[in-house]
């Protein structure tokens, strides 16, 4: 029989799959027969998985024969059938396809690997209609990932491979990702081939190329089809296309990676590709990054501190992108972790021999923690930023004073945590910015033994207080004050009820934090630097007598104390004047402006120039000339100053400035009147009310002689009554609280009294209610008297 007649009796998809491969392989594929099978494909899609059976064995036969045209032949007909047809069949021929792209991966011909890979590339791009439940991709994972590590000697060879294996593994991930029945991609067993993979290839190759970050975005210099760029472009795709569940199933091979070839310690790479994680991966999954590397960072926790500050810049770096979508807890789970890690790294005891580049390998990594804490918060809503400088503030220790060091250096990095979170939030109404707890805290602290932690809070207040950027022109006390140097704005009234209501508190802290004798200079201006800021933002005409009563109170100190230093005194002095002065141009009381200016010119003219700016700490000055006369703020002056500047003194008692300091002596009394205001008290009043019952003055005769006399005398007199009143607010003035409890408790006398009236008052009652049921019983049975209206006639 001839072979003609044996041809014809051949399947007829053997012969057109035969027709399309040219005699000479140059001629490469015939295109007029390879239609012919496309048409008949389409016409019997039931044939397809012969088709594609019937290729593989041909391109098998080639490629152990090594005729490589023949097999490219083959490879061009498989895709193009592949791109045709959609039916339900074509699952079958996709098995015999991916049979042959496995067959040339597994030569060791670089022309056939970089076939394959174009080819599987192709495939990965068409979109099947029906899935498959079988289909498998390790082995592609596995070969296009140590694709990726090529090492041919040919330079040109190895870039080829390496893009062809990162090409090969996007096809893989487009794949499977959008494809939720085929095999999990997200698996550790192909996330710890694929990642590592694509970082090798960022990390070698990054140095063929300057690479410009903006926003995430990486614009190369060289040419833009380097392996680099490639797997960066893949790296982006992998974390985007990542749900929640899957976020951490990419970043751990990255922290693997990093951990393995020590990439920490410079972490410029490292940097660069968190940053490209987070510019890439969607939005609302972007705080998973942060957590799961601060998680790392905890499981670090005894690692070098280079290297502990090396992870913890690059948190910094990108934890402000992910602020933006951080809310509710998570938060404040991220504030506490940064917090948690500054605590442990303070309280970590370093061993003996521990040197000098270690210990300041620790404070580089604390003031990095620090460093992200500030960028976390700068990127916040104001509200979440005071919600945060609390959360902080509760996780001071609060203490007056101790001997563990470790106490107080957690103290002092908490407060640096706090005042970078200050830094970043901007002011508006007071009574916003310090809720009553947070301020508590605050003054609380500013009471402390340590003169550092007390400049920290002081610091602290300069940025919460300075709404107008006035804190730097007043880093340092001085008398050389000009109104228009000042940005002013008139205090509004919530502002006006926020410091009547915390004066006090504000005033007594800062009072008893220059009572200490461990203040520096650099306390002292911190301290005038907070008043001048009250003074701007805070005061008024209303609330300027307290804040004087301060200064005056504040001179006194400088005057009376006998455990301060004679500079620390002349310090005090200094800060006196310039606040003083500070007040008068600030509130525009010009009687007083001339005042205290007077008061400068006799300290110059006297020879007192250590009563002035700047501040210093040590001056030779003899002690017969310390306090000349006419160098201090005498009280009758600056009463006429103020009363000629137009200042309401007519509520307070005696001479105006007389000092009482009722808000250090008593700080349990309100700081809002004068108690001459009891005076105007209508006290008779008390009756009209019912809910209170009037107390009884305390020297007032209860007895019963005393009740009918009180009858039969004549009634006192308007001024009697005047005199018992000011006796009466005289008491409450001057008494103590145990004296005013004492005298306010009823005495024995006035319970037994009430007692036995209590005890009259009930027999009567009683002997009435059992002479009425005797009654009842004589005249009427009960039954009657009860129901009267059954026995009505």
């Not at 504000?506 to 008893?512: A, L, R």
């Amino acid at each position: 029989m001839c072979v003609g007649c044996l041809s014809r009796m051949r399947p007829r998809y053997k012969r057109l799959v035969d027709n399309i491969f040219p005699s000479l392989p140059q001629d490469g594929l015939v295109k007029n027969n390879m239609e012919k099978l496309t048409f008949y494909a389409l016409s019997s899609p039931e044939k397809l998985d012969r088709i594609g059976e019937y290729l593989f064995q041909k391109a098998s036969r080639d490629i152990s024969r090594k005729r490589n045209e023949f097999v490219m032949i083959a490879m061009e007909a498989m895709d193009q059938l592949l791109v045709a047809c959609h039916a339900q069949t074509l699952n079958l021929f996709v098995e015999s396809y991916l049979r042959i792209v496995q067959k040339l991966l597994e030569s060791s011909e670089p022309s056939l690997q970089i076939l394959a890979t174009q080819s599987f590339v192709r495939f990965s791009n068409i979109e099947e209609d029906t899935p498959s439940y079988h289909r498998r991709y390790d082995f592609f994972v596995s070969k296009f990932s140590s694709m990726c590590h090529n090492n041919n000697p040919n330079l040109a060879t190895m870039e080829m491979i390496r893009m062809a294996g990162i090409k090969g593994i996007q096809g893989v991930i487009r794949k499977t990702v959008s494809d939720d029945l085929v095999e999990n991609i997200w698996e550790p067993v192909h996330m710890d081939k694929i990642v590592p993979s694509l970082l090798f290839n960022m990390h070698t190759m990054k140095t063929k190329s300057e690479i410009v970050v903006d926003s995430g975005i990486s614009e190369e210099v060289n040419d833009k089809n380097d392996s680099f760029s490639l797997a960066e472009s893949c790296l982006r795709e992998l974390i985007g296309r990542a749900s929640f569940g899957h976020v951490k199933s990419v970043i751990r091979p990255v922290l693997k990676h990093l951990d393995a070839h020590h990439m920490w310690v410079p972490n410029v790479f490292a940097t660069q590709c968190f940053r490209i994680l987070m510019f890439s991966i969607q939005s609302q999954y972007s705080y998973a990054v942060v957590e799961t590397l601060m998680t790392h960072l905890d499981e670090n926790s005894n690692a070098s501190p280079k290297i502990r500050t090396s992870i913890a810049d690059v948190l910094s770096k990108i934890i402000a992108i992910a602020a933006n979508e951080s809310v509710g807890p998570t938060v404040l789970e991220i504030i506490n972790s940064l917090l948690t890690n500054l605590r442990t790294s303070v309280t970590r005891r370093p061993p003996s021999n521990i040197g000098l580049a270690e210990s300041d390998g620790e404070n580089e990594y604390r003031e990095a923690l620090i460093h992200a804490l500030g960028e976390f918060a700068a990127h916040l809503p104001d509200y979440q930023k005071i919600e945060i400088m609390m959360f902080i503030m509760s996780k001071v220790p609060q203490f007056k004073s101790s001997n563990n060091p470790n106490d107080l250096h957690v103290q002092r990095m908490c407060l640096k945590s706090l005042l970078m979170v200050s830094t970043k939030y901007s002011s508006v109404q007071m009574n916003a910015t310090f809720p009553q707890s947070f301020l508590d805290l605050l003054l609380k602290t500013l009471t402390v033994s340590e003169d550092e932690i007390r400049f920290i809070v002081l610091r602290i207040l300069h940025t919460l207080l300075d709404r107008h950027a006035n804190a730097a022109k007043f880093s340092k006390a001085t008398v050389d004050i000009s109104k228009s140097d000042i940005n002013l704005e008139k205090c509004s009234r919530s502002d006006t009820i926020f410091i009547r209501k915390y004066a006090q508190d504000i005033y007594v802290s800062i009072y008893e934090s220059l009572e200490m004798t461990n203040n520096t200079v650099d306390n002292v201006e911190a301290v005038y630097t907070t008043l001048a800021l009250i003074c701007i933002e805070l005061l008024s005409e209303e609330t300027v007598l307290d804040f004087i009563r301060l200064i005056l109170s504040i001179q006194e100190l400088a005057i009376t104390n006998a455990v301060l230093s004679t500079q620390q005194k002349f310090n005090l002095h200094s800060l006196v004047i310039s606040v003083m002065l500070l007040v008068a141009i600030v509130i525009d009381l010009h009687p007083l402006k001339d005042y205290i200016e007077k008061i400068i010119e006799q300290r110059k003219l006297m020879n007192a120039t250590h009563l002035l700016p700047e501040l210093s700490v040590h001056n030779e000055i003899k002690s017969s000339c310390l306090l000349p006369a006419g160098v201090l703020i005498e009280e009758p002056e600056l009463t006429e100053a103020l009363k000629a500047s137009g200042i309401d003194i007519t509520a307070e008692t005696g001479p105006i400035l007389t000092h009482r300091r009722s808000w250090v002596d008593n700080t349990n009394m309100s700081m809002k009147g004068s108690f001459t205001d009891l005076s105007n008290l209508d006290l008779d009043s008390v009756n009209s009310t019912p809910a209170m019952q009037r107390r009884f003055s305390p020297n007032e005769d209860l007895s019963f002689e005393a009740m009918k006399r009180s009858l039969l005398d004549n009634p006192v007199t308007k001024s009697e009554q005047n005199t018992k009143q000011s006796q009466l607010c005289d008491m409450f003035r001057n008494s103590s609280f145990q004296d005013l409890v004492a005298i306010s408790t009823p005495s024995k006398d006035e319970e037994s009294l009430h007692s036995k009236i209590t005890e009259v008052f009930n027999k009567v009652e009683l002997s009435n209610k059992l002479l009425n049921v005797e009654t009842t019983n004589q005249s009427t049975p009960i039954y009657e008297s009860l129901f009267p209206e059954l026995f009505a006639f």
